[in-house]
C-alpha cells in the first residue's frame, strides 16, 4: 500500500466509473453526470500533480501523458477494430471517419456533426463515449501552456488574487454553461468543450486551494467527525443524482453543476481526512488504478455483447465481469514498473500490439462512407418535403373512402381483376423512421392517396402520439403501415397504446434488419401473434442474402431496396384483401346453398 495515498479520491475515481458503466449498461437514469467528476478530477490531479512538483517540464508531462493515457487508448482501439472483423452480422458504418476522429481527439465535435445521440437507447459504435476522452485530450494538450500561464501569475501575484481569479473564472464558466443551455441543442451542450469545460476549470481551482490553504483547513476542521459526516453527505448526494437525474429532467443542467461542486467538496474533506493502513483501501487502491481502462473497455464490451444472442441479463452481468477482467489484464501488461511476473507482462504486451496492428491495418482498408451516408441524408431531407405536400392531398380523400368502402368490397367479390387497383388507390396511413422516408417517393407511387409520417431516428414510442392526432381529426384510415423498431423498441404498454389508438383497424409491422443491434422480429412476432389485427411486412426475410438492397450500413436502402420494399408493403397488403375477398365469397357461396 502506498504511504500518504489519497484513498478517498481512489474511491471517488471508482464510484464514478462504475456508475458510467451502469449508465451505459442502462441499469440507471443518470450515471452520465459522473463524468463530470471525471472532468474534476482530471482538472485537479493534473494541477496539483504539477504544482507539487519542483520543476515543470513540458516535454516529461506530454511523455506522460502519452504513456499513461493514449497508449493504452490505441490498443483498445485498434484491438476492437480486430475483433470487429470477427463479427459479419455487425454494420459498423462509421468506422473510419469515426475511428480518425478518435485518434485526433476531436470526437466530441464529429459526434454533434454527425448526429450521433449519446442518449438513445441503442448502442451504434463501440466508441460513443470517447467524446469524453476527445475533450480530456484537448484539455492535456493545452494544460502545459496554462500552467505556464498560471505559473507567472504565481510570480507576480500573491495566493489570494490567484484564487481569488481562478474562483472568479470558474463562476464565469459555470453562467457561460447555463447561458449556451438555453439556446444549444442538448447534444451540442454535452458534447462541446466550451460548455464542459467548467468542471475542469473547477478541478484546477480546488487544486489552488488545497495546494494553497490545506494546512490551514486542516486546523480549521479538527473534528474527525464532521469530516467523516461531511464526506458521508456529498457521496450520498452524488449518488442520490447518479441515480435518479435523467437528461430529461429540468434540473439536468443545475444537475451538472451540483455534481461538480460536490466532486470537489469531497476531494476537499479527503486532504482534511486522516487515513488508515487497511485491507479496504488496499482493495480501493487496486481497483482504482484500473478505472482509465475500466472506461476505455466498457463501451466495446457492451458493443459486440449486445450482438450475441443471450438475455439482457447475461449481458449486464458479462459486460460487468469481462469489462472489469480485460481492464485488470491491460493495466497488468502495462505496468512495466512494477517487475513482478515481468515476462508474463511483455508476453501479453507483444499479444496486444500483434492484435492492434492488425486492427490498424483493418483500419487503413476501410472504406469511407462518408460521401455515401451524405447523400442519404440530402435524399431523406428531399423526401420531408414530399412528405408535407402528399399529406395535403390525403386530407381530401380519406372520408370518401370511408363512405364507399362496403360498395367497393361487393364489387370486388364480383370482379378481383380490380383489386390490384384498389389497394393501389387506399388511403393508408404509414409511420416510420429514415428507412421508410428513403422510400417516401415510391412508396407514394404505390399508394398515391396515402398519407406518410416518416422522420430520422423516430423510435417507436413516438407512434402513438401520431395516430392519436391523426385520429382526433378523423384521418386515419383503415390500413395503418408501421416501420419502427430500429432505433431501438417499446416495451409492451407502449404497443398496447398504439393497438388502443388504432382500434380493429389493420395493423402492418414491417420488421427490421440486422436485428442483432436492437432484437425487436421476436418481440414483433410475438405482438402479431397475440393481436389478430396485426400483421408482419417480414422484410428481414425478404431481403436476406440481397445486399443489393442496402447501403453500406446494411439498413438504408438502394433504389433496387427501395423498390423491393415498397412493393413487399403493397404484395402484402394485397394478399391480405385477396383474402378476405375468398373468405367474403365462401359466406356468400355457403348462404346460396342453404337457400
Known sequence: MVKNRNYIIDFLRIISCFFVLFYHLQIIKGGFLAVCTFFVLNGFLATYSSLKKKEFSIVKYYKSRFFHLYIPFIIVVFSTIFLYSFFSNIYWVHLKPETTSVLFGYNNIWQVQTNLDYFTKNVNSPFMHFWYLSILFQFELLFPI????????????????????LGLFSFISGIFFFYQYQKLPLLNIYYGTFTRIFSIIFGIFTAFIIYCYSSKLKKYYKNRYFVIISLFIHFFSLIILFLNVSYKSIIFPYSMILVSLLSCGIIIFSFIFSYKNNYFNKVVFTISKCTYEIYLLQYPVIFFLRHLKISCLLQVAFSIIFTVILSLLLHFSLNFKEKKLIYLKKIIFIILIIISIIGFYRYLLEKDHTDELNRLEINLKN??????????????????????????????????????????????????????????????????????????????????????????????GDIIIINLGTNGQCGEKCRNDILDVCGDRQIYWVNVTNDSDVGVNDSLNQFAANNSNVNIIDWNNYSKGHSEYFISDGIHLTENGISNYSKLIFDTIYQNYYQIIQEKKEIAKRNIMKY
Not at 388507390?425 to 398515391?448: C, H, R, T
Open 146 to 165: 496554462i500552467y505556464k500561464l498560471g505559473f507567472l501569475m504565481k510570480k507576480h501575484f500573491s495566493k489570494r488574487i490567484i484564487c481569488f481569479l
Open 383 to 476: 423526401n420531408e418535403k414530399i412528405l408535407i405536400d402528399n399529406q395535403k392531398k390525403y386530407i381530401a380523400k380519406i372520408q370518401e373512402e370511408k363512405d364507399n368502402y362496403s360498395t367497393k368490397m361487393d364489387e370486388l367479390i364480383k370482379n378481383e381483376a380490380s383489386l390490384s387497383e384498389y389497394v393501389h388507390q387506399l388511403s393508408i396511413v404509414g409511420i416510420g423512421d429514415s428507412v421508410m422516408l428513403g422510400a417516401v417517393p415510391k412508396l407514394y407511387e404505390e399508394f398515391p392517396n396515402g398519407y406518410f409520417d416518416a422522420k430520422v431516428s423516430r423510435t417507436d414510442y413516438e407512434a402513438s402520439g401520431i395516430l392519436r392526432n391523426l385520429n382526433s381529426q378523423g384521418l386515419l
